[in-house]
């Protein structure tokens, strides 16, 4: 598994202080790359659903396409990256990715939602062999005290994509064009084939630049001359990843870690449509909203989630957390008007501090095996791909009721609640 590694770095070249800048410059760009990705999910599943006309469980795929990805390449990632290297693992994950939102545009000139559905999973590949290579890589391009405060650089560059992303996908995805049942019944067939089609072929523009910027990053990583990693790790057994289980608190922080992914995603994915209907804003203002109010309040929950860390302990901030969390969906599903979108926005702050969190749990204490645990915990991200369908489903069949659906995320957080009240308790067993 990727998680398994003792990384060193050669160190042959100690003039300049400044001699990891550039690498770690490109590896920060690789944070924000699959940032972006992720957040402009929350803009391409309204538009999708739109344009292809889509029921809720259909375009709920959106996210089951890129988060299974993500659960099926996480053992080949580690793979790749223990057969090439880091440098070429990293240049492999970056084609792989520009590859999959380059195939966008064919997608969107052939009107084709299953395409769009295979350049996703080709894209979540990608940026799946990067997460596995980033944050290690990313430790070791310094002076080892300092890792902790690169890789919180790099989380910050990443958290600017949950603020930027829906901007831009609001400024270049929706058209602002809104039309009723009615309307599009009363159009000929050929005006409607016309402007699904121009709907369609608006995420051309974005994708083309994301997919380039994958490419030429690439290119940037193929000419830099990089530090070399050497991997001395041994693969892990499939009987190593199952015996870990037997802790409690382990089990409960992939749980715990599934069940959070799925609420974030669930929540991002229906905020634009609950924005629209429940508050009455058109497309590209609740695209907006996503971007100013929910990623803004998610990125400030990062920092001061890091301040408080400092008054309480890790348990009992995730309580506080998870509590939040809940209560603002209760509030976004009776309430309407702007609360909605409020309450929606406030629960991402509250989500903020949760992967972290649940992660540094999880991994209390397993000593040789935390490694193991850390990749079982990485791979419940699964939960992206799982959880938003189900919502959809719920959606659907009360005719299209989104706050039915929000219960989804809802029930999650009271999952994450007795992870943190309970369940995160260290209870150890001897191994089989």
Known sequence: MQHNETIKVNETDNSSKNKYLVPFI?????????????????????????????????????????????????????????????????????????????????????????????????????????????????????????????????????????????LIGSRFIFSGVEY?????????????????????????????????????????????KLPEIKDDSKSAKFSQFVNVLRHKHLKWAVIAQFA??????????????M???????????????????????????RFIGTILTKYFSSNKLLVLFSIGAAVFSLIAIFSNGVIVIYAMSIVGFFMSIMFPTIFALGIVDLKDETKIGSSLIVMAIVGGAILPPIMGQMIDWQNDNIKIGFAVPLICFLVILYFGIKAYKPVFKKAE
């Not at 996703?120 to 080892?144: D, H, K, Q, W």
Request: net charge positive; with cysteine; charged share 10%.
């Open 26 to 166: 490109l590896v920060a760009f690789l944070f924000f790359l699959w940032g972006m990705v992720h957040n402009l999910d929350g803009i391409l599943i309204p538009h999708l659903k739109k344009a292809f006309q889509l029921s809720n469980t259909k375009s709920m795929l959106i996210d089951s396409a890129i988060f299974t990805a993500y659960f099926l390449m996480a053992i080949p990632a580690g793979m790749i990256l223990k057969k090439w290297g880091y440098k070429y693992g990293i240049i492999t994950g970056l084609i792989i990715a520009g590859i999959g939102a380059l195939l966008f545009i064919p997608a969107a000139n052939t009107t084709t939602y299953f395409l769009f559905l295979i350049a996703l999973f080709i894209v979540g590949c990608g940026i799946t062999i990067l997460e596995t290579a980033a944050n290690p890589y990313a430790s070791v391009l310094g002076e080892p005290k300092g890792a902790s405060t690169r890789l919180n650089l790099g989380a910050a560059v990443n958290g600017l994509a949950v603020f930027i992303a829906p």
């Open 180 to 224: 009723t049942d009615a309307q599009l019944t009363a159009m000929s067939e050929g005006e409607k084939v016309a402007y699904l089609a121009m709907e369609t072929s608006r995420v051309n523009t974005t994708y083309l630049f994301i997919g380039l910027g994958f490419l030429v990053v690439a290119v940037l990583f193929f000419l830099f």
């Open 260 to 273: 959070y992914v799925g609420a974030q995603v669930c929540v991002t994915s229906v905020f634009v449509r």
């Open 275 to 301: 924005a629209m209907k429940y508050a009455g804003v058109d497309e590209v203002s609740a695209g907006n909203k996503l971007g100013y109010l929910y990623g803004s309040l998610f990125l400030g929950g």
